[in-house]
């Protein structure tokens, strides 16, 4: 079938960028009659172009505060009408329907309205009806009707239009549908996740709030923010989406702010987003560095200069070319102790960058600055995390147990000490980030030696003495899950670990409290392990 003119349009759009002056050109260089509704036609009308309102053709009012407006076979016959379908084009003309070749519309801004923080009878009268029915109907018949939802797209079908002698062509309608189920997947989505939190809040429902997280049929809506140049390696394509309705996704690496720099690269978000997720565990200023995936430096100090300084002191060979994360502003003070290390640094995040440090890095574009504007909880709590296994997805609440030290047991004859006690609450929260098995060696408040992502335990607590050299002396340690045997517990306590803080639950327990005692330190259970697998 033919490409046909553009004849009829019905507009009806939340978004009213440019729809006037798009209006017009239909209008005026196409002939093309302008239908429209409420708001939408008093501002074609406003600029001076022909509009019908939609109720002349439907010949029905619209009613309900607006909930009614385009539910009406007039309006979805035009749409879903086969124009070569004969029994299609009888039936509409008994009954007055006149075909419509185009739709404009764009929906209510139901996301923006969750995240502004509305009620909840706000937030369902944002939910819109209307619009999507008019979308669907409109790219189901693709080959006759164009569907138009972006505003930013005007210009180029007009553009088509004027090539083709005011019509569009069927390739250009097919891509223009496929947007539309899209964005409507994208909104039901959307709806849906809000609504299911919000029964959760409120312990509505026949549902377990505990299983609206994770419902039987379930679907993650991902809106592409950049294109990268390419993933691990050169030669696999990639991209980085952003999860639509992502709950608490203020602060986020996601919605973070690029002040400078190349663009980020797959590895980049992900070392970012290990190095962002472990710094917001403290509450006391921070500094964690990140070198594939893998913190290389971590401390708490009075101030942002000095957390830096001695993280980057826990492994400066590793700390050169890593990503840091910041819990507190990035001021020039600090800019300026990076700069006196000579550390070259693919990226740092911070919660905000002051003027001077933004200044002083303008002499190092390539460096990433990234400011999230604030810090969540560490955790995020109630936010799904998700990772992709080949043919499915897997999904799990954030980690993020609230530790409080009253519940924790003193396994052994040693006491720690309060000071110790400080020391062991930093590690545990450190170790948390580290690839299991995980042992990490902290001393005044900064890891010094981190193994993790080996296959047995006693060869992480080795690579973790190794790396912490004589500052293991009088150190204490962390271990993400218990000891399975002793063995590991044996290396860290001959390399002068004096206090020891591990979940606990294993069967050889009693095995490594002997251990504690013989070797004189405290063992600390917390009840709850940290694996990061």
Request: glycine letters at 8%; hydrophobic letters at 40%; charged letters at 20%.
């Amino acid at each position: 079938m033919a490409d046909a003119k553009i004849k009829r349009v019905l507009m009806s759009v939340t978004d009213k960028t440019g729809v006037a002056a798009f209006a017009r050109a239909l209008h005026d260089e196409f002939g093309a009659e302008i239908i429209s509704t409420g708001g939408t036609a008093r501002t074609i009308a406003k600029a001076g172009v022909p509009v019908t309102p939609i109720d002349e053709v439907t010949q029905f009012p619209e009613m309900m505060d607006g909930r009614v407006k385009t539910l009406h076979p007039r309006v979805h016959g035009g749409l879903l009408a086969k124009r070569d379908n004969e029994s299609h084009m009888a039936q509409a003309s008994e009954h007055g329907i006149e075909m419509i070749d185009m739709v404009v519309v764009n929906l209510y801004a139901f996301e923006k309205t969750v995240e502004s923080g509305a009620d909840f009878g706000t937030c369902i009268e944002n939910i819109d009806i209307g619009g999507p029915s008019m979308l669907r109907s409109a790219a189901k018949n693709f080959e006759s009707v164009a569907v138009v939802t972006d505003p930013a797209s005007y210009e180029a079908i007009l553009e088509e239009m004027r090539a083709h002698g005011g019509a569009t062509t069927r390739d250009t309608r097919m891509r223009l549908a496929l947007d539309v189920f899209r964005t409507t997947s994208a909104y039901d989505g959307a709806i849906s996740q809000w609504m299911a939190r919000a029964m959760a809040e409120a312990g509505e429902g026949t549902t377990p709030a505990d299983q609206l997280d994770f419902p039987q049929q379930a679907s993650v809506e991902l809106t592409k923010k950049q294109a990268l140049r390419y993933g691990e390696n050169p030669h696999q394509a990639a991209a980085f989406y952003t999860i639509d309705g992502f709950p608490g996704a203020e602060h986020t690496l996601a919605h973070a702010m690029q002040l400078q720099g190349k663009e980020l690269s797959y590895n980049n978000y992900l070392d970012l987003d290990a190095a962002w997720t472990a710094v917001r565990e403290y509450d006391e200023p921070a500094c964690v560095i990140v070198k594939h995936l893998t913190p290389c430096g971590v401390c708490v100090d009075e101030n942002a200069t000095r957390a830096y300084q001695r993280a980057h002191e826990c492994d400066p060979v590793s700390a050169y070319g890593g990503v840091m994360a910041f819990n507190r502003p990035v001021t020039g003070e600090v800019v300026a102790a990076i700069f006196d290390n000579k550390q070259f640094v693919e990226a740092i995040i911070a919660p905000e960058f002051s003027g001077d440090a933004c200044e002083m890095y303008a002499s190092k574009p390539n460096c990433r600055l990234l400011s999230t504007g604030g810090v969540n909880p560490a955790g995020n709590v109630g936010a799904p995390e998700y990772r992709s296994v080949e043919g499915g997805l897997l999904a799990q609440e954030s980690d993020a147990v609230a530790e409080d030290v009253a519940t924790f047991t003193v396994a052994g004859d040693v006491q720690p000490t309060e000071e110790q006690m400080r020391e062991l609450v930093f590690a545990w929260k450190a170790v948390k980030s580290v690839k299991s098995n995980a042992i990490l060696i902290a001393k005044d408040n900064a890891s010094v030696g981190a193994g993790g992502g080996q296959p047995n335990r006693v060869n992480s607590a080795r690579i973790a003495v190794e790396q912490a050299g004589d500052k293991a002396q009088g150190a204490v340690a962390a271990s993400d899950a218990f000891f399975p045997f002793r063995d590991g517990f044996d290396v860290l306590a001959e390399a002068g670990v004096t206090a020891v803080i591990e979940p606990g639950g294993s069967i050889r327990d009693d095995e490594v409290i002997a251990a504690a005692n013989e070797h004189g330190v405290a063992l600390v259970f917390t009840g709850h392990r940290h694996f990061r697998h």
